[in-house]
Structure formats: C-alpha cells, structure tokens
C-alpha cells in the first residue's frame, strides 16, 4: 500500500479566499482523518459547492486537537480561517441536530482539530481529483 502523504478537507468556495487572500493559517474541523496525519505533510484544500476541485495547499506546521473547538482562538487568535461566530453557529447547529437519545445518555463531544499551515499556496488552475473527496476528508497517498 502506498504511504500516506497528506490530506485533502472540503472547504466552501466562500471561505478559500481566506488562506490565500487574508493570510490565515489555521484550518480547524471536527477531528476526522487525524491519527495517520504528522506534521509536515501536506493538506490539499478540495473547494467544494462551486466550481470544485483542489485549489491549493499547504504544510502541516503542528497538529493540536482539543474538545471545545473556541479554545483554538486563544492560542491562535484571527489566524483561524473561521471567525468565532462561524464556529459557535456551527455547534449550536450540530447540537440542535444530536438526537434526544444520544442527549439523555450524554453522548461525549466530538474533538475538533486544528492544522496550523504554512507555505500555503494557491495552484493557477482548479484540479479535479481522480474520487470524491468526503465531508471527513481523505487520506492522499503517494
């Protein structure tokens, strides 16, 4: 089998702009695809819902995984891709959806992870890749 090199997340097409035009550096999400990932591997970023396809990519710089996915905004403050508000509507929204029987037995929180980037670029041309790329993301491999 071949070894694993990076991995590729779906992002919507509005908020790509933000590594490559506002400078920021972390992608957070909830923890998915982790356990094989390690700091200088590449994350390829799969803009999906409009004009799809990879449309860049970056280094994993560090790999922080935490429960309480605001915590990330104490230490990496606006680098962040998205704004506190973003990912407060987003858990309030996935707490609405969790079924009441999974809220009676306190079912645990999901932990979210964070991938701090660098040498982020964007490629000149939308790539379209050989297989869907899930909302968990896909393992790239040499």
Do not use: C
Not at 29 to 38: C, D, E, M, N, V
Not at 63 to 82: C, E, N, R, S, Y
Not at 116 to 123: F, H, K, P, S, V
């Amino acid at each position: 089998m071949n070894e694993i090199t990076g991995v590729a997340f779906p992002v919507s097409k509005r908020y790509t702009n933000r590594f490559f035009d506002d400078g920021r550096t972390v992608f957070i999400k909830p923890a998915t695809l982790f356990k094989k990932l390690r700091r200088g591997m590449k994350l390829v970023l799969y803009q999906s819902h409009e004009d799809t396809g990879y449309v860049g990519e970056a280094r994993i710089k560090r790999i922080i995984i935490m429960d309480d996915p605001l915590a990330f905004f104490d230490t990496f403050g606006d680098a962040v891709f998205l704004t506190k508000e973003e990912v407060t509507a987003y858990v309030e929204d996935r707490e609405r959806l969790q079924g009441q029987r999974a809220k009676r037995r306190g079912a645990k929180k999901k932990a979210w992870i964070a991938l701090e980037l660098e040498d982020i670029r964007r490629y000149e041309t939308i790539r379209k890749p050989d297989r869907f790329v899930p909302a968990g993301g896909k393992y790239l491999r040499e």
